[in-house]
């Protein structure tokens, strides 16, 4: 059986080969679309920090203010408040805690930021009132997810095509939704939003360099993460599959004419005041 709507697991976990990923990501490569409405006095929640370098940029633009980082997994914040006392902030706080259910008053937050979090919880919609609870007045409740069906490359590869299927089938198993990015303005709605910017923007890797990154880190998160395990656990491949799909990955990397685009979709939504 699937798990329950408020029980949904993190399908990626925090292998060395995923951090590889989150450690890269920046204010401006994953929320350059919440950046204009910042203030330096503003109190901002965020929510699914991980390794918390997103969270770290944000303190450093509000330089008045506060930011929160939460994360489900107590372990990865020993690694975000790391981030955060590396670059000496003194703004940030990191703490152990469920979107579905945020330990803090009404009105606390002038922002409640999410970035690739919606996609792995088992009711969004949910999670999105809770974000707009804990959201003052006119503050923004700001949300960036991937949509994997979206995610296109060249050239065609039929390895990457089943790497494709089956982490979606994966993905959908642990109680998520991996095409989540053309899903956010309609869950928005559904959650009481009135108020809705929906945007869009893109990752895109095509240097020898990026090829190399970006096809490695997968390669390895095909077969070594909780999410290989999740994969052969719950019988949606072998490991002999998984190993031909990290050999796609591979191959993909070599190629001089690579290219490979993620799709995110994006929702900047204003609380009523």
Known sequence: MPPSRETAV????????????????TAANSAAYLLGVLTPGMRILDVGCGPGTITADLAGLVPDGHVTGLDRAPGILEQAGATAAGRGLTNTAFAVGDVHALDFPDDTFSVVHAHQVLQHVGDPVRALREMMRVTRPGGFVAVRDADYAAMTWYPLSPGLDDWLDLYRRVARANGGEPDAGRRLKSWALTAGFTDITATSATWTYSTAEERAWWSSLWADRTVASDYAERATGQGHATGGQLRAAA???????TREDGWFSVLHGEILCRKDA
């Open 247 to 253: 050999a796609a990955w591979r191959e993909w990397g």
């Open 10 to 25: 993190y399908t990626h976990g925090h292998h060395e080969s995923v951090l590889r990923s989150h450690t890269w990501r």
